[in-house]
Nanobody, 125 residues
Framework: EVQFVESGGGAVQAGESLTLSCAAP????????ISWFRQIPGKEREAVAC????????YFKDSVKGRFTIYSADAEHTVYLQMSSLKPEDTARYYC??????????????????WGRGTKVTVSS
């Protein structure tokens, strides 16, 4: 059952920016941590960023710190992932997912039960 709707993906050149959107259902908003994961074929899904509406905690993967920002629009039940200075290694399908509570220090995909279908990001050099 798809519960999130991701959008904003596309094909860009290295160094450019994209902002991804994740529209969440009301039932998965208050008290939840919303995370962005990404996955390339043959690799495990990895957490990129997280923001919690429960306690305000956040998480960023080391390789995106200083380049990616995550923020939420409460009235819209939408979480945004603002990505700048994109690199070819950022190419992946990006998914958002929800977990009740706070952002853990190392979010793992298996902890999350609610997912969207993802949006594809391609960064060329």
């Amino acid at each position: 059952e798809v519960q999130f709707v991701e959008s904003g993906g596309g094909a860009v050149q290295a160094g450019e920016s994209l902002t991804l959107s994740c529209a969440a259902p009301r039932s998965l908003w208050d008290g939840y941590a919303i995370s962005w994961f990404r996955q390339i074929p043959g690799k495990e899904r990895e957490a990129v960023a997280c923001t919690s509406n429960y306690d305000g905690s956040t998480y960023f993967k080391d390789s995106v710190k200083g380049r990616f920002t995550i923020y939420s629009a409460d009235a819209e039940h939408t979480v945004y992932l603002q990505m700048s200075s994109l690199k070819p290694e950022d190419t992946a399908r990006y998914y958002c997912a929800a977990l009740r509570g706070y952002c853990s220090p190392y979010p793992m995909a298996y902890e999350y039960a609610h997912w969207g279908r993802g949006t594809k990001v391609t960064v060329s050099s």
